[in-house]
Nanobody
Framework: QVQLVESGGGLVQAGGSLRLSCAAS????????MAWYRQTPGKERELVAS???????NYADSGKGRFTISRDNAENTVYLQMNSLKPEDTATYYC?????????????WGQGTQVTVSS
């Protein structure tokens, strides 16, 4: 098991930047996939960006060119750098980890951090 704790959310004006952090309670070296999702009221949670243990990244179209996901295995932390923020980026952002243990996938979620972008 691993606990994930997000931080770095807040209120920012459109065009501004934020860096979200996801701190894990133990090493993330073995966690196959780390990802950021976001959710707004009444909508399903959607993928923002993901990064594999090998460093391969994937981005939703909404964040391409503006968001950068990275992982620091030494610090047990995953980051999401968000630039050129837009009001439509307003959401609760969640960190997710997926880990294959023997033949079973374990899924871990953080509690979320709120990002609000004002116009």
């Amino acid at each position: 098991q691993v606990q994930l704790v997000e931080s770095g959310g807040g209120l920012v004006q459109a065009g501004g930047s934020l860096r979200l952090s996801c701190a894990a309670s133990r090493s993330i070296f073995s966690i196959n996939l780390m990802a950021w999702y976001r959710q707004t009221p009444g909508k399903e949670r959607e993928l923002v960006a993901s990064i594999t243990s090998g460093g391969t990244t994937n981005y939703a179209d909404s964040g391409k060119g503006r968001f950068t996901i990275s992982r620091d295995n030494a610090e047990n932390t995953v980051y999401l750098q968000m630039n050129s923020l837009k009001p439509e980026d307003t959401a609760t952002y969640y960190c997710r980890g997926r880990e294959l243990v023997r033949t079973k996938w374990n899924d871990y979620w953080g509690q979320g951090t709120q990002v609000t972008v004002s116009s």
